[in-house]
C-alpha cells in the first residue's frame, strides 16, 4: 500500500494547527507521518519540510507552542475578501480559471510587501533543517506570470527554503519568489490543498486548516480532487478543523499568536478523533 499525506494552506495558525492534530493522532495510535509521499501547500508546505527534517512531533509541536522555541514571524493581516474585490475589479468579470490565476499573480507582482530577503529569512526560522529529505515530498507553487502550477521535489534542483517559501507567498501579503529567473506565489492559488497530485497513491489523508473551500476559482476544487482520488480506487480520508480549533486558529490565520492555541486546540482534536477511509 502506497500512502500519501496531503497538507492544505492555513497560515502560521495552520501550521500549528496541523502539527497539533498530526501529534495528537500519533498520540491515538493513528501516527501517519510515515507516508510514503507528502504533498505540501502553502503552510502545508511548511509542515512537510518540518516533517522532513527528522526531528520528532514532540519536537515539532514544542517549536509551535514554546515561545523560546517558535519561528521568528512577521505580523500580517489575511484579508481573502477584500483581495477577491480587487481581483474582480482587475478583470471585470468573465475570465476563465487560467486568467484568475494570472490575475492574481500580476496583482502579487505590483503589491507593496516586505522584501523578498526579509520573508526568506522567516522561512529559513521555520525549517529546522533547510536540505530536501530523502523522503519525497512534493511541494506546490503558482508561477504569478503564467499562472501555471510548480511542483518542486528534491530533483528539482531548488533550495528546499525557496520552494517552501514560494509555495507560502501569499498574493498580496508576502513577495513572489524568485526561483531561476521566475517569480512563483502561494500554492493555494491552484488549489487549498493540491490533493490530485497525491494521484497513484492507494490511501490518503487530506488535512486542510482553512477547509475544503477554495479560495480562489480551481479546475481541480478538493471535492472534485476527493472523488477522482476515490474513482482512481484509493481511500480518501479528510480533515478539517472541528469548532474548538477553528475558534483557536481565529479570523486572521497570520497572527503569530495563534500558534499556541491552534496547537493545542488541533492536538486535542487528533486525540479524539478516528480517521474514517473512504473508498469510491
Not at 486568467?99 to 503589491?111: D, F, I, Q, S
Not at 484509493?234 to 503569530?256: F, H, Q, T, W
Request: proline share 6%.
Amino acid at each position: 500500500m502506497t500512502e500519501a499525506l496531503v497538507l492544505g494552506g492555513g497560515g502560521v495558525g495552520g501550521i500549528a494547527w496541523i502539527t497539533g492534530l498530526l501529534t495528537g493522532l500519533a498520540e491515538s495510535g493513528q501516527d501517519v507521518t510515515g507516508a510514503d509521499v507528502i504533498v505540501g501547500t502553502s503552510a502545508g508546505s511548511a509542515v512537510a519540510a518540518q516533517l522532513g527534517s527528522g526531528l520528532p512531533l514532540e519536537e515539532l509541536y514544542a517549536r509551535q507552542v514554546e515561545p523560546s522555541l517558535q519561528a521568528v514571524e512577521i505580523m500580517a493581516e489575511m484579508d481573502l475578501e477584500a483581495f477577491a474585490a480587487q481581483l474582480g475589479a482587475a478583470l471585470g468579470g468573465g475570465a476563465d480559471v487560467p486568467e484568475m490565476r494570472r490575475a492574481v499573480g500580476e496583482l502579487a507582482l505590483r503589491a507593496g510587501t516586505v522584501p523578498e530577503a526579509e520573508r526568506r529569512a522567516v522561512i529559513e526560522s521555520r525549517l529546522p533543517r533547510h536540505e530536501w529529505p530523502t523522503r519525497r515530498l512534493r511541494i506546490v507553487a503558482v508561477d504569478a506570470a503564467s499562472g501555471e502550477p510548480r511542483v518542486f521535489d528534491g530533483a528539482s534542483d531548488v533550495s528546499l527554503v525557496d520552494a517552501v517559501a514560494a509555495s507560502c507567498a501569499v498574493p498580496g501579503i508576502w513577495p513572489p519568489v524568485t526561483i531561476e529567473g521566475r517569480r512563483y506565489v502561494d500554492g493555494g492559488v491552484r488549489s487549498v490543498a493540491n490533493a490530485d497530485y497525491a494521484a497513484g497513491a492507494s490511501r490518503v489523508l487530506v488535512i486542510v486548516p482553512m477547509g475544503a473551500e477554495e479560495p480562489f476559482p480551481s479546475e481541480t476544487p478538493l471535492p472534485r480532487a476527493v472523488e477522482e482520488l476515490r474513482a482512481q480506487g484509493a481511500e480518501v480520508a479528510v480533515i478539517a478543523p472541528d469548532e474548538a480549533s477553528k475558534a483557536a486558529i481565529g479570523a486572521n490565520a497570520l497572527d503569530p499568536a495563534t500558534r499556541g492555541p491552534a496547537a493545542e486546540a488541533g492536538r486535542a482534536q487528533g486525540r479524539a478523533l478516528t480517521i474514517e477511509w473512504v473508498r469510491g
